[in-house]
């Protein structure tokens, strides 16, 4: 049996664990807010402390990117840490990641780094306006940022900064040039030791009040998925990467940019529970513990509908064709991610049909964004 400690004990190392046990895969995570080393699924401390974890451990991977830099130079000193600690610490630095998109000759947003007012009028000057400023630490769900329109607001937007700043130290804001998309994509794929890469078909994601609501699984993909797995090999092999890799683009006119990365298993690639031949999770561990990666092909027509502050949906949706529904087991709080539901069907018109059916179960204030049609 392998063992594999998950920095983050979240959803995602919750879905580890799940995809994990078929193949023997033993996965422990660590809790980086109380510093426990518990079972993902449980919760319930399974070790004592880091160091322990460490030993006990083969691999070590991690579930989110905003982990202390203490506990990843830890891990990767032990030589057992997947992905490498640069690439964690690209995800959870938007300097280090515009840094490293740039070295691996990927098309990503003009930016600005901004530590003063003059910084960012030097910014609305040099890039233009509007312009998306961006926390460099600690941003997720659309948290960090503020949108700057005209020149006039921005002593007004200075000022929130400062604020900002002030409880934050260490940090920077970026200041990137705003994208007129016409969508957002993302693209899922893993690497492993050897360099071989599965990657899955395209994404679309719709994103409200800067969370992700819905994803489907682009089933004509052609050019665009070309582009996109160019950007994700150069980024890969920039980092020498290892595991599952999320790489988030916009789509302006069918040319790709990329917004952003996330070393990890990502929340617009829970479709492949259902919806491919092997799932995100699975692949994930088969990457990081140096097994064959498993084929990525998509084997139905799939969407991802996210649970978002919500403890319970309908008992009727789990009897609707081809309705998964994935509970976390986390406590309700508004906005929060509680859970998804994968919809399944044979074809996209069938698709269409169900999430008909379905947004007529769903409160449409938690679930703004069902319909295909
Ligand atoms: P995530 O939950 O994906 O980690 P995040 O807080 O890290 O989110 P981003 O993905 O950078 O933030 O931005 C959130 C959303 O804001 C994007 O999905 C996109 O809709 C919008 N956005 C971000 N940057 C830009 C930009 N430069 N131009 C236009 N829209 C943008
Ligand atoms: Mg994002």
């Not at 064709?321 to 069907?345: F, L, Q, S």
Request: glycine share 8%; hydrophobic share 45%.
């Amino acid at each position: 049996m392998k063992k594999v400690l998950v920095l983050g004990a979240g959803q995602l190392a919750r879905m580890m664990a799940l995809a994990g046990a078929p193949l023997n895969i033993d996965v422990v995570a660590y809790d980086v807010t109380s510093g426990q080393v518990v079972h993902p699924l449980t919760l319930a401390p399974v070790l004592s402390g880091l160091d322990n974890a460490i030993r006990y451990a083969d691999v070590i991977t991690a579930e989110f990117e905003h982990v202390p830099h203490d506990v990843l130079d830890a891990c990767e000193a032990s030589g057992k840490l997947k992905p490498g600690a640069a690439a964690i610490k690209a995800g959870g630095d938007r300097r280090i990641e515009k840094a490293l998109l740039d070295q691996a000759g990927v098309a990503n947003a003009r930016y600005q780094l901004i530590n003063a007012e003059t910084d960012l009028v030097a910014a609305s000057q040099h890039i233009g306006l509007p312009l998306v400023l961006k926390s460099s630490l600690g941003g997720y769900d659309g948290k960090g940022q503020w949108r700057l329109k005209t020149a006039d607001q921005i002593p007004a937007v200075w000022q929130d900064i400062a604020a900002f700043l002030a409880d934050a130290p260490a940090q920077s804001i970026v200041a990137e040039a705003f994208v007129p998309f016409q969508r957002e994509v993302s693209l899922i794929g893993a690497r492993n030791q050897a360099g071989d890469t599965a990657i899955y078909p395209l994404t679309e994601n719709v994103h409200t009040d800067g969370v992700l609501s819905r994803s489907l699984a682009l089933e004509t993909q052609g050019d665009l998925q070309q582009q996109a797995e160019g950007m994700f090999n150069a980024v890969a092999e920039t980092l020498g990467y290892v595991g599952v890799l999320a790489i988030e683009f916009f789509d302006v006119n069918g040319t790709l940019l990329v917004n952003e990365i996330a070393p990890r298993v990502h929340n617009s690639g829970h479709w492949t529970q259902q919806g491919a031949d092997t799932c995100q999770f699975e692949n994930h561990l088969r990457a990081v513990c140096d097994l064959p990666l498993g084929n990525t092909k998509a084997i139905r027509s799939t969407v991802m509908i996210n649970i978002l502050g919500e403890d319970t949906v309908p008992t009727d949706v789990l009897a609707l064709p081809g309705c998964h529904i994935h509970w976390y087991g986390k406590e309700k709080r508004a906005g929060r991610k509680m859970g998804h539901i994968n919809v399944t069907a044979a074809s996209h018109n069938e698709l269409v049909q169900t999430l008909d059916t379905l947004a007529q179960h769903l409160p449409s204030d938690s679930f703004p964004v069902v319909r295909l049609s």
